[in-house]
């Protein structure tokens, strides 16, 4: 069983600032990491995608992976209000199935 | 590309009827498809993995014979929850492997289901 934890929000940060989520995962043969936003209501949207240590950068997000310590990030700068919703942490291996962390819910306050 | 629809987005039943959920990839060609379930204020959990033309797997603890599921061509696979009762009323959300990348998968935009 492959379990995957998000750190507790929620998350409120003012208007253009930086929002950092974190997510650690248990099980090492884990090899594809991805982050999904989830508006109140709505299905996952896939946001940031990665597969090899090192950082990977998307506009105003950063995601950071660190496979010797099992541990996945992401970074939202200049933070808005409609980014305000449920970041989802999600890890698969080779049987494609994806394991969702519980999620984090970030406010922007404006 | 890589869009995922279903419908409907939402329903309403009696306790004991059958529902029937589509999901289709619009512009691509999804040999494996997933259906989650997910109650309110909690995260997503995965139901079954349904590969084209073959049977669903199956999450422990969710039974094969009350949610249906068939995957009938690369664009569309059925979830069937037969018998539905008021603990069945959830959102029903599937997602397809996309072509962008082999363990990219993208949902749809879920379907509502209460049962009364």
């Known amino acids: 069983q492959k379990e995957v934890e998000q750190n507790s929000g929620p998350l409120s940060v003012p208007e253009g600032a930086i929002a950092s989520l974190n997510c650690t995962y248990s099980?090492?043969?884990?090899?594809?990491f991805f982050w999904y936003r989830q508006y109140s209501g709505k299905s996952p949207e896939l946001i940031m995608s990665?597969?090899?240590?090192g950082d990977k950068e998307d506009g105003r997000f950063t995601a950071q992976l660190n496979k010797a310590s099992q541990y996945v990030s992401l970074l939202i700068r200049d933070s808005q209000p409609s980014d305000s919703a449920t970041y989802l942490c999600?890890?698969?291996?080779?049987?494609?199935?994806?394991?969702f962390g519980a999620g984090t819910t970030v406010t922007v306050r404006a | 590309g890589a869009v995922v629809s279903q419908h409907p987005s939402w329903v309403i039943c009696k306790s004991g009827t059958s529902v029937k959920i589509e999901c289709r990839s619009l512009?691509?060609?999804?040999?494996?498809m997933f259906w989650y379930r997910q109650f309110p204020k909690q995260s997503l959990m995965l139901m079954a993995t349904?590969?084209?033309?073959?049977?669903?797997?199956?999450e422990q603890g969710v039974e094969k014979d009350k949610f249906l599921i068939n995957h009938a061509s690369l664009t569309l696979s059925t979830l069937t929850v037969t018998s539905a009762h008021p603990e069945d009323s959830s959102f029903y959300i599937c997602?397809?492997?996309?072509?962008?990348?082999?363990?990219?998968?993208?949902f749809g935009p879920g379907t509502r289901l209460t049962v009364t």
């Open positions: 099980d090492r043969g884990s090899q594809s």
């Open positions: 997602s397809a492997r996309g072509n962008r990348g082999p363990y990219e998968q993208y």
């Open positions: 349904s590969n084209e033309g073959s049977k669903a797997t199956y």
């Open positions: 512009d691509f060609q999804a040999t494996t």
């Open positions: 999600a890890v698969t291996d080779n049987d494609y199935k994806l394991s």
């Open positions: 990665i597969y090899s240590n």
